[in-house]
């Protein structure tokens, strides 16, 4: 039994974390990016090269109907890199699903994506971008030199055209800690988010999602560098917090790799640990029970931590 699970036992008694009801599928188009940054638990880049292919973009588009889910969310990567991204965005939108895409939020800079945002936009499609602080100098060392003035001047052009305004275009904006430390509480730092961001460069967004460091890629690398690995995992430990058990988000959706191949949330993915079920691919998609046992392992105490995370930011007030 690994520590995780050794945790949940201690405040529920259970010995094996099970999925709830299916509200997401989140489906990684590729790792291919226009970014390369230190956290990024995908090891994402320009030189990545695998993309999902139209055969398992055909096998999605049979199965998203039948699963019942309510949302797909398109990442990678940069999911907008992908030759079939608009074509996939219109095609899941025509059967009223709502999506959201995940966004380095620069991409939408190059000359070449100039009609993106404004397609997004007709296609009511929600958007969530990392901005992993409000200060250039914390953002560029994560992400790369130039990306926080990029990040702000596209934050800028999609409030123009209503993101960040108007409840029909979302836009939400992702934080996660600079080191080895657990975010600070989601609510008060977006009140500070947008006091900063509106006052130094007149600019909204929806909400702030604050994640956890999960001590898997480019990130453990890092830790390891720094003989920082086992003082994170005694962190994430010791903050563990059962209420957030119910809302973890591998209970409530599926991951789809590029090549097919299901996992219980992008974390597992980018470790390549597979799913607990007899066929984990996409044509098996709207079969896979809502009620699996979740594979996990001692990354997943960054999900427990505090006030807890997800893709979508804190699980617990
Ligand atoms: S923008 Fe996102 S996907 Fe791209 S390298 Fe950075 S963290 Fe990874
Ligand atoms: S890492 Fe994935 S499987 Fe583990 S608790 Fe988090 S969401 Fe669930």
Redesign the pocket.
């Known amino acids: 039994m690994n520590d995780f699970l050794r945790h949940v036992a201690r405040f529920t008694g259970a010995t094996q974390l099970h999925g709830h009801s299916l509200e997401t599928v989140q489906i990684n188009l590729g790792p291919r990016?226009?970014?390369?940054?230190h956290?990024?638990h995908?090891g994402?880049?320009p030189r990545r090269e695998e993309s999902m292919s139209p055969a398992v973009i055909d096998h999605l588009l049979t199965q998203l109907p039948q699963s019942r889910c309510r949302t797909v969310e398109l990442t990678?990567?940069?999911p907008e890199l992908h030759p079939g991204f608009r074509e996939l965005v219109q095609k899941v939108r025509a059967m009223n699903l709502n999506l959201r895409v995940r966004t380095?939020l620069t991409i939408h800079l190059d000359p070449e994506m100039s009609t993106l945002a404004p397609f997004l936009r007709d296609h009511q499609v929600a958007l969530t971008g990392?901005l992993p602080c409000y200060l250039e100098e914390n953002v560029d060392r994560q992400?790369g030199d130039g990306t926080f003035q990029g990040a702000i001047e596209a934050i800028r052009r999609l409030n123009a055209l209503g993101y960040g305004h108007d409840d029909r275009w979302p836009l939400e904006l992702v934080y996660n800690p600079g080191g080895a430390t657990l975010p600070p509480d989601q609510t008060r730092l977006e009140q500070t988010y947008r006091t900063q961001l509106r006052e130094r460069f007149g600019i909204a967004f929806t909400r702030l999602a604050t994640i956890t460091n999960m001590p898997i890629g480019r990130f453990r690398a890092d830790l390891r560098r720094r003989g920082e690995e086992q003082s994170y995992h005694t962190l994430l430990q010791r903050a563990f917090n059962p209420q957030t058990l119910e809302h973890l988000m591998c209970r409530h959706q599926i991951s789809v790799r590029w090549d097919g191949q299901l996992f219980d949330c992008d974390f597992n993915l980018a470790l390549g640990l597979p799913m607990n079920t007899p066929h984990p691919q996409v044509e098996s998609l709207a079969a896979t029970s809502t009620t699996r046992p979740i594979a996990t392992g001692n990354h997943c105490l960054a999900c427990t931590a505090g006030a807890g995370s997800s893709c979508s930011g804190a699980l617990v007030a």
């Open positions: 990016c226009t970014l390369e940054c956290h990024c995908i994402a880049s990678g990567g940069a380095n990392s992400r």
